[in-house]
């Protein structure tokens, strides 16, 4: 019945039972939907991914029974991407892609659409036709668990890069699971602490990338977040759901639960979470006897199923585009991905790109260069087909012309590890250059496991300190979930961010160091001196079941220029064994206006010696704006590659909401500065080029009257005070005159409205005259709908 073509989705719904319906709206065991024999629904199958196809074998093909799912659940999400002990072994082999904390530092909307595009060829492969990701929450905090898996602490990058991952998924015919709907930011108690967050940092900072990318590539589903988001459950707030997904954002697809995150299924129902994931019988027990008592509203039940049918027919519809999937040509694009978003931190005296025709002897220090850290833990750790080992790609390069000698990372005792540092340096006083690669404390982070610092491993701290005295030309390589500190910073002479570099990064590596490619990635996150300096770290990571999000807007970038202080790199920091100039920046217009949007032009131009690429970043500065606001804010960007002398015309275009904030008190987006700075610069802290133009603020509606605002606040706006007059006069028969001596005595009053008025008419007039005075004037300035909810706020 459902796959006949001339049979629509409200027919079948018509024909399901109550037990039918319950179980479509639910999992069946870890990874599928429910299939309905009856009716010829088939199931669906799903995995982890987004940077590689996680498809276990016994996982997926599991059978139902409740503690066996929840065994193999806990296996996915505790396990341990450095296990060597066989994690991987009923996991088919994929190509495991560069995490999301490195894509974020490519900018680049085609590599991470080609990147969705193999992963779709995989899937089809596979079987799996939804691929649970990409995971979009802010990286508000280095010590985040699972921000490894995060773009940025920005929601332009996150917004613009998930929805080039999520087209390159879906139109080659797999569907993604934009995740996790909403602040999920901590992997401490993650179930159960609160994620307690104004509404206009939500709104500017932890919902916007979501916005973002749901407008620009339609994600077939959502999933909702772990944590209660301001006290409610994400996947049962209805105001997260409902109210701002579907009735604001416009959202047509299927939201699904995270793994077990559903602590009221009848209420995660109400509130707009259609599919709950993994199957559970005592929740679908829970939904079917709510479904029979009418605690959940059939109709809400039935409009459920209706995008939980549509979402299967969109799977059977769709087809892969080429047959199978070439393991080979991904591990390439994995690689090429790596070395475009490998970050050159720092290049001093430019000792990189190192020269093979002139080096004699290079001498590479630690484990990570034969045993690379390619990804994080947890949930999205795959399977690697092939992994690069920098050592072997390193002396490949040598290949004869010059000796490579390698020597594990310190290790042991305090003595120990001493003269294991003095070995090195005896060997570092004969070499040309030394690379030292450096790393996280593995098991120290991934899902369900923030860190709690931001050291490298002591020993790699205290062996490249020590080299600094030694080395000629010292390098360090950093592996990374996040930021870490860098004590040593000062005398090195160059480092290369890596992140988690997926398998190719070994070739990557060395393809920046020897030159091969120009390293023209930038940071998406700004790395701070120290953990102390993290915004928010104070009220990190909560008490007592809250996490105040205690910076409000002020996340990354936006802290450190608002608090003057100085980060060990700046957000879009990225060096090049090239240079850009910056030219010629014009806008297509001599005034923001309210609802317009605008151009920016400008000319970069390669003065240096190689071809490379620019990541060009266009921010934007509001002067004497309504509210506080950011020093700057990222609004959009560009990568252009240019040949040695080469110069390029780059345009991007700003829309009406870049230059808009958030008011909370009008429950809406506004326009109000004098000015804005347009700037476009090659980091949060390098401006290039900036253009003043001046801004023409909307009018904006006054906040709601109650009985308690200030009757300053009211006889501010000239109109409700020629309304105060009017009705002062009416109500106690005085002339106008008379009325308009009370509201000059009242005029300058802090205390409320009608505490002020009561002390010159006494209770001459009525709380309920009061109530529809304020009716009235929240009416007049706000419209007809307005004053419903409001009149009654006098008692």
Not at 40 to 64: E, F, K, L
Not at 274 to 279: F, I, S
Not at 304 to 329: E, I, Q, S
């Amino acid at each position: 019945m459902f796959q006949d073509a001339n049979v629509t989705v409200a027919d079948v719904i018509a024909t399901m039972t109550d037990e039918e319906k319950v179980d479509i709206l639910s999992g069946r065991g870890l990874w599928k939907t429910a299939s309905i024999a009856r009716l010829n629904i088939p199931s669906v199958i799903m995995t982890d991914g987004t940077y590689g196809v996680r498809y276990s074998t016994t996982q997926i093909d599991a059978g139902n029974d409740d503690e066996d799912s929840l065994q193999q659940f806990l296996a996915v999400v505790n396990q341990d991407a450095d296990d060597d002990t066989g994690m991987f072994g009923t996991t088919l082999p994929a190509t495991c892609f560069p995490n999301g904390n490195l894509i974020g530092c490519s900018w680049d909307y085609d590599l991470t659409y080609r990147m969705g595009q193999a992963l779709a060829a995989e899937c089809h492969q596979m079987g799996v036709q939804l691929l649970l990701g990409p995971g979009i929450n802010t990286r508000r905090t280095p010590l985040a668990g699972r921000a490894y898996e995060y773009y940025s602490e920005d929601p332009v990058i996150n917004g613009d890069l998930a929805a080039a991952l999520i087209s390159g998924l879906q139109d080659h015919g797999i569907g993604a699971s934009l995740k996790h709907f909403a602040c999920n930011n901590s992997e401490i108690d993650r179930t159960n602490t609160s994620s307690d967050v104004s509404e206009r940092a939500l709104r500017e900072i932890y919902l916007a990338g979501f916005e973002r990318a749901i407008a620009r590539s339609a994600p077939w589903t959502v999933m909702s977040a772990y944590n209660p988001v301001n006290g409610v459950q994400a996947a049962e707030n209805h105001w997260l759901l409902t109210q701002v997904l579907r009735q604001e954002w416009g959202y047509e697809g299927l939201v699904v639960s995270d793994w077990h995150a559903i602590k009221d299924r009848p209420a995660s129902l109400a509130a707009g979470t259609e599919l709950d994931m993994p199957e559970s019988k005592p929740r679908k027990g829970q939904l079917l006897a709510a479904l029979k008592t009418g605690e959940v509203d059939r109709q809400a039940v039935d409009a459920a199923c209706g995008r939980m049918l549509d979402f299967v027919r969109k799977c059977l519809a769709a087809k892969p585009t080429v047959p199978g999937a070439d393991l080979d040509r991904h591990h390439a694009l994995a690689r090429d991905i790596a070395a475009e978003s490998i970050v050159l931190l720092k290049n001093e005296k430019a000792v990189l790109p190192l020269d093979p025709a002139t080096m004699r002897r290079l001498l590479i220090i630690g484990d990570g260069a034969v045993n690379p850290q390619i990804q994080g833990s947890g949930s999205a750790t795959t399977n690697p087909y092939l992994v690069d080992i920098p050592l072997s790609q390193i002396e490949a390069r040598a290949a004869g012309r010059f000796v490579v000698e390698h020597l594990p990372s310190p290790d042991g005792t305090a003595m120990e590890i001493e003269a294991h540092v003095a070995r090195i340096c005896e060997r570092a006083r004969d070499a040309d250059a030394v690379i030292v690669f450096a790393e996280n404390e593995k098991g120290r982070n991934g899902e369900g496991n923030d860190r709690d610092t931001l050291d490298i491993v002591a020993a790699q701290n205290a062996v490249t300190a020590t080299l600094a005295g030694v080395a000629d030309k010292l390098v360090v390589v950093l592996t990374m979930p996040d930021a870490v500190e860098m004590p040593w910073l000062g005398t090195v002479h160059a480092a290369l961010a890596c992140f988690y570099p997926g398998q190719g990064g070994g070739e990557a590596i060395a393809r920046i160091l020897f030159g091969e490619q120009n390293p023209c990635g930038k940071l998406s996150a700004t790395m701070p001196v120290r953990m102390e300096d993290i915004p928010g770290w104070h009220s990190y990571p909560g008490e007592h079941g809250h996490h105040l999000y205690s910076e409000g807007i002020f996340v990354g970038y936006r802290y450190y220029d608002l608090k003057k202080v100085a980060p060990a790199f700046p957000f879009g920091h990225g060096l090049s064994y090239t240079a850009f100039a910056y030219e010629d920046l014009a806008i297509d217009t001599t005034e923001i206006l309210p609802g317009s949007s605008c151009s920016v032009t400008l000319t970069i131009r390669n003065t240096g010696p190689m071809p490379g690429k620019e990541i060009v970043q266009i921010y934007v500065q509001p002067v004497v704006p309504g509210l506080k606001r950011p020093i700057r804010e990222l609004k959009a960007f560009a990568k252009i590659a240019l040949q040695p002398g080469e110069r390029k015309s780059v345009s991007l275009r700003l829309a009406p909401r870049d230059f808009q904030y958030f008011d909370p008190s009008r429950g809406s987006w506004v326009l109000q500065a004098e000015a804005f700075v347009i700037e476009a610069a090659a980091s949060s802290r390098d401006i290039r080029l900036s253009q003043l133009v001046p801004c023409r603020s909307e009018p904006l509606r006054p906040p709601v009257f109650t009985a308690h605002t200030p009757t300053s606040t009211i006889l501010s706006d000239a109109g409700a005070t020629e309304t105060v007059r009017a009705f002062i006069a009416e109500k106690l028969s005085l002339s106008a005159d008379e009325a308009r001596n009370i509201t000059e005595k009242v005029r300058g009053s802090f205390l409320g409205f009608h505490e002020s008025l009561s002390w010159f008419i006494g209770d001459s007039i009525s709380n309920e005259d009061v109530a529809q005075l304020l009716y009235d004037l929240n009416n007049e300035s706000r419209g007809p709908a307005a004053g419903s909810e409001l009149g009654s706020q006098v008692r």
